[in-house]
């Protein structure tokens, strides 16, 4: 069996690590070339937007450890942040000890709006639209019957009155199986489609068409168990509860929580060229749908004295359509992941924000962030003083031992060793 625990994987060479995660993968030359090079043709960009003058490379870099329902993935994270990457692998590993992760996620059903204004007795032109389901579905399902080949489509509606700063609006539903898609364009073609429809029997004009980003039929779960023993004993995971439980009845605390869990979703999603913005819009609303904006994650301790976690969310991202279907990078992500459906995918996205959560979490209850981070920024200044291969390392920990963590210094350090070793 493959196995995604790499010992050393983020000490060996850049082009070590590609070849490992080759093998892992089975990807050919070409996409170990496309991958290493962020192989987006100019070209190819240029019809992706408009007015396209550049491209804007962000690093990919690989979690290890994850082991999600029984099997071993390497996952691809493109992020420009430091630490995301080493904090989700460094969790997977802690999660491994107890079995790793298990996810479950609902059917990809999205939900796609229709405002009607004008309405004369708005009421009624809810409770009729209701009775008309049948016809409005149909009409819908009439707009792309691979789709619904697929065995997607249209497959619920909903209607409510709200009340606004201009009157009552009727607010209709359309919930769309939109199966491996992101599905936002099949969506609004529905949406559209059947406005005609529904203007006839509410009496009323309708104005937006939209999908809704907040996908609370999409939903994507995980949970997995961190052995005290592996967090550092019972008191970190103290430490970690009360931090939890900070977030929970804190909103400034709370929204950095939630973003510490997106670190690892967003990564994903980008990696997979998935439409970061709705995914972090619709996981936002998610956590205050009950009226107070809480955590995603739910951190609680087992019988045993173990952490448990569990993250829930919303997860609108596709594998097919769109640019996760035609950007090369995305594409051969993809096959790293080996993800055979939109919703496989969508639970590994839980999973690596649980982990994320939880490194970031044990980091900021125990030592703090910032000691991870000086390592980083160490290494950094190191290379930025000239230093290659093993000596980044021994001048970062000259460095930070003499906590002086500046260019002069590194190059002081790197002309001592060099003299040493001449
Ligand atoms: C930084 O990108 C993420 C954290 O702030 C998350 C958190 O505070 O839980 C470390």
């Known amino acids: 069996m493959r196995t995604s625990e790499i010992p050393g994987f983020y000490k060996l060479p850049a082009e070590e690590r590609l070849k490992v995660v080759k093998e892992f993968a089975g990807l050919t030359d070409e996409e170990v070339r496309i991958l290493r090079e962020g192989g987006l043709p100019f070209e190819q960009a240029s019809r992706m937007i408009e007015n396209v003058v550049g491209l804007m490379p962000v690093p990919i870099g690989i979690a290890t450890n994850f082991r999600i329902n029984g099997r071993d993935y390497l996952i691809p994270m493109a992020t420009e942040e430091p630490s995301v990457v080493a904090a989700a692998s460094n969790a997977a590993k802690m999660a491994r000890a107890r079995g790793g992760f298990s996810t479950e996620s609902t059917h990809p059903v999205m939900i796609g709006q229709i405002q009607v204004v004008g309405s004369p007795d708005p009421e009624r032109a809810r409770r009729e639209v209701l009775l008309a389901k049948e016809e409005i579905l149909r009409k819908a399902n009439e707009q792309d019957p691979v789709l619904v080949g697929l065995g997607g489509g249209a497959v619920g509606l909903e209607a409510r009155v709200i009340q606004t700063g201009r009157g009552p609006m009727v607010v209709v539903h359309l919930l769309i199986d939109v199966r491996d898609a992101m599905g936002a364009n099949v969506i609004n073609t529905m949406c559209e489609s059947v406005s005609p429809i529904i203007e006839r029997i509410t009496g009323g004009k309708t104005l937006l068409r939209i999908v809704s980003n907040l996908a609370i039929y999409r939903l994507a779960r995980a949970r997995a168990v961190f052995a005290k023993e592996a967090l550092g004993g019972e008191e970190v995971v103290e430490a970690i509860l009360d931090a939890y439980e900070f977030a929970v009845s804190d909103i400034f605390r709370c929204v950095t929580h939630n973003k510490g869990i997106m670190n690892g979703v967003t990564a994903v999603a980008l990696a997979t060229a998935n439409d970061t913005r709705a995914i972090e819009a619709g996981a936002h609303a998610y956590a205050a749908m009950g009226g107070t904006y809480r955590p995603l994650s739910r951190w609680s301790k087992t ?115 060099r003299r040493g070793q001449g």
């Open 303 to 417: 019988e045993d004295g173990d952490l448990l976690g569990e993250l829930e969310l919303p997860v609108a991202a596709g594998v097919v359509g769109g640019a996760t279907a035609v950007h090369p990078v995305a594409r051969v992500c993809r096959k790293i992941l080996g993800v055979g459906s939109a919703r496989e995918l969508a639970e590994v996205m839980a999973a690596v924000g649980l982990a994320n959560n939880l490194a970031a979490m044990r980091a900021l209850a125990t030592e703090g962030i910032q000691r991870g981070h000086m390592k980083l920024h160490a290494r950094n200044i190191a290379m930025m003083a000239g230093a290659e291969g093993d000596l980044v390392d021994l001048v970062a920990e000259r460095m930070i031992a003499e906590r002086k963590i500046r260019v002069d210094r590194a190059r002081e350090i790197l002309e001592e060793i």
